[in-house]
């Protein structure tokens, strides 16, 4: 209990205060005349001034506000490795004992799971975000239980009270993994790109200065490899094909390690070409004609090869071959010894007259298949009987 005088005055103090002043200059002029009963006249004056500060005597009976312990659970990914979950639980069930038993202490508990996206562990984060709730000047102290991995250090906040880390884990822990450096987003087919790789062992390691490195492209067989531990690796790497490339590395697990989730990991590098090659086949002379000409010559790093069928093979008309100013199609030519060599084919408005035999677009099946690209160009013909539909490539 404390007891305290408090004035809650009835008139504003600076009132108060100018009476006060003129009862002092009337006292002091009584005195300077020798009046008698001066002294009556000051004690009604304090009297009068005492009445108008309305004094009064305040009694309190004051409890003193709790301390609060911040507990911040981390419970991102690594935490559940191996027997982290019990580790935690456990050290958690300690830590509730631990403040039960100390007076007029509470124990607040925030949770912390994996940050959005590849931003890791934010624990400072978590632990600002909780003291933002709690009134600093009851904060007893803090208690982060852990593995020890964050990645927002630079966010921690300043502390009034003490910090301390519960971590978990064992000191035997240790765990391998493959970084992947750098890895190109393209390439050019023909020309060798270069990945840099690395393997890296953390923790208590046992003693290994090579590991196997398992590559494999578009899930085809793999290839093994001895590299060397701790050191980056430059890796030189030709595509086998143009597009969407998918390399998966792998490290085999070893004995004893924490986790082999981190020892694998894929790149997708697309393959471009320096020069395209495209093949025009056009079945009949159009107004469009030009139209592709102009689109596909504009740009230079395309090479291109047109061929307009002007006469089918149904068509006479009595002119002798040697005085046609026409070349043959070279269908076997384009389409059974060169066809690989193209990256596109277009059929512009072409249709089955017999000039492209079934084993020549069976073989442009085939090339699609491959990884070659056809685009196929037609209009209300690729309804009819006639259409590249009713073909191998249908």
Do not use: C
Not at 339 to 358: H, S
């Amino acid at each position: 209990m404390t007891g305290s005088v408090i004035f809650d005055p009835l008139l504003p103090w600076a009132f108060v205060a100018g009476l006060g002043a003129v009862l002092a200059v009337l006292l002091a002029l009584a005195l300077w005349r020798g009046l008698s009963g001066w002294w009556l006249r000051a004690l009604a004056g304090l009297v009068v001034l005492a009445a108008l500060a309305n004094p009064s005597l305040q009694r309190e009976e004051r409890e003193a506000l709790s301390d609060i312990v911040i507990a911040v659970v981390d419970e991102s990914a690594s935490q559940k490795l191996a027997d982290r979950p019990e580790q935690t639980q456990a050290a958690l069930a300690a830590l509730r004992a631990a403040v039960a038993r100390l007076p007029n202490t509470e124990l607040r508990v925030f949770r912390l799971g994996d940050g959005e996206g590849n931003e890791g562990t934010l624990l400072m984060t978590r632990l600002a975000e909780a003291l933002a709730e709690e009134p600093r000047a009851r904060l007893a102290g803090a208690v982060l239980v852990t593995d020890g991995q964050l990645h927002d250090i630079a966010r921690a906040p300043s502390l009034p009270a003490p910090l301390h880390v519960l971590l978990t884990g064992h000191k035997s822990d240790w765990d391998r993994r493959l970084i992947v450096k750098n890895a190109p987003a393209f390439a050019i087919l023909g020309e060798t790109v270069t990945l840099t790789l690395r393997i890296e062992d953390q923790g208590a390691a046992p003693p290994a200065d090579r590991a196997e490195l398992n590559i494999s492209v578009d899930g085809g067989e793999e290839m093994t490899f001895a590299v060397p531990v701790g050191e980056d690796l430059e890796l030189p790497l030709e595509l086998p094909h143009g597009g969407l490339n998918v390399i998966r590395f792998a490290v085999p697990a070893a004995p004893g390690e924490l986790t082999d989730r981190n020892n694998a990991a894929v790149v997708q590098i697309n393959g471009v070409r320096d020069r395209l090659r495209v093949l025009l086949v056009s079945g009949e002379p159009h107004m469009g004609e030009r139209v592709w000409r102009n689109l596909l010559k504009s740009d230079s790093a395309v090479d291109l090869v047109h061929f307009t069928i002007l006469r089918p093979p149904e068509k006479q008309d009595g002119v002798p071959v040697n005085e046609l100013s026409l070349i043959a199609f070279p269908t076997r030519e384009l389409f059974l010894e060169k066809i690989d060599e193209f990256d596109l084919i277009v059929f512009d408005r072409y249709k089955l007259r017999g000039i492209l035999p079934a084993l020549y677009l069976d073989n442009v099946r085939r090339y699609v298949e491959a990884g070659g690209a056809v685009l196929v160009a037609a209009g209300p013909d690729f309804a009819s009987a006639a259409s590249l539909y009713r073909s191998p490539l249908g």
